[in-house]
DNA sequence: ATGGTGACCTGGAGGC
DNA sequence: TGCCTCCAGGTCACCA
């Protein structure tokens, strides 16, 4: 599932070999793709026609071609999103949503998604910091060098809600998901469903410390795995996997206690966490 | 305003 | 073999 890292991987991808090109025609194959886009494909297609891509950028989960004239191509990888640089003439993907093609001739990119929680909108850029309109609320993620650590610790704790709640509320802070919030909590040793208000300066410090240390581990992990003509991570939580210590792991031993990794749901989803390391009692 | 729930979506896994 | 149900989960509309 893509969080912060997986989609850093993909920018960085797109910065390489989409950035300064110019967009020659766009093809939308499935209109549930473009459905954040409220004028609808043909004006998604007219209006990118002729486009630069300026740079490609990101915050949080969310990441964006920066076109001129303060406009972008907001992108979301929803569930199982990718953004693959292909030549032109390959055969299509089976989940092929959007296809775009440069006025060079170069390989083209397309929106891959099985799943189609993703997206593609065109969004005007807005305020200091030219953000794309439709993710202007949205928290600035922790590898954000104007990240704020002592606001975002403030933030958490003005919920009142359980923690884990409060970590994947992307107005809070963004980036994080379901995985790597319950790497942080097991790194920071918390339970997922503490309350907010109970938490404490250092602990929401740690916290959120845990989840900047987690992804970037990940995101070097990932940084080396894309080619040219792929750009992109393998849409599970992919070469980071080894490196998992609560995720996906029930029953199978904490490496720090030993004691059995549980399962718990949560929001129609699992919670993983280690049942002696991180208590859900008082502070 | 705030917090919580279910819908959206597809394919793989597992039960019978 | 094949049918069924469950599960994955980010975001948003909607409700209290």
């Given amino acids: 599932m893509p969080e912060l890292p997986e989609v850093e991987v993909v920018r ?13 025609r766009v093809e939308v194959l499935h209109p549930r793709a473009i459905r954040r886009h409220a004028l609808g494909p043909e004006d998604f297609t007219a209006r990118l026609a002729g486009a630069r891509v300026e740079a490609a950028r990101r915050r949080g989960k969310y990441l964006w071609l920066e076109l001129s004239d303060k406009e972008a191509v907001l992108a979301h990888l929803g569930m199982s999103g990718q953004m693959l640089v292909q030549p032109e003439g390959a ?18 990119l397309r929106f891959v998604d099985q799943r189609t929680f993703g997206g593609l909108a065109l969004a005007d850029l807005t305020g200091e910091d030219l953000l794309p309109a439709p993710i202007a ?3 600035r993620d922790p590898m954000d060098p104007a990240f704020d650590p002592a606001a975002a610790v403030r933030a958490l704790r003005s919920r009142r809600t359980e923690l884990k709640r409060a970590l994947l509320d992307q107005t809070l802070v963004s980036g994080v998901g379901n995985i790597y919030a319950d790497e942080a909590l097991w790194r920071a040793k918390l339970h997922w ?11 929401g410090r740690a916290v959120l410390e845990a989840a900047t ?3 970037a581990e990940a995101l070097k992990a990932g940084g080396t795995s894309f080619d040219a003509l792929y750009v992109n991570v393998n849409g599970q939580s992919g070469y980071f996997d080894r490196s998992l210590n609560v995720y996906g792991r029930q029953d199978r031993p904490c490496g720090r206690c030993g004691t059995a990794i549980r399962r718990e749901p ?15 009692g008082r502070t």
């Fill in 12 to 24: 960085a991808g797109l910065q390489a070999h989409v950035a300064g090109r110019v967009i020659a």
């Fill in 91 to 108: 055969p299509d993907e089976k989940h092929l949503r959007v296809r775009v093609r440069f006025a060079d001739g170069g390989p083209e």
């Fill in 137 to 139: 609320h949205i928290g």
């Fill in 193 to 203: 469903s503490r309350p907010t208000e109970k938490l404490t300066n250092a602990q």
């Fill in 213 to 215: 240390e987690v992804m």
């Fill in 266 to 280: 949560f929001m129609n989803r699992s919670s993983y966490f280690c049942p002696r390391c991180q208590r859900r």
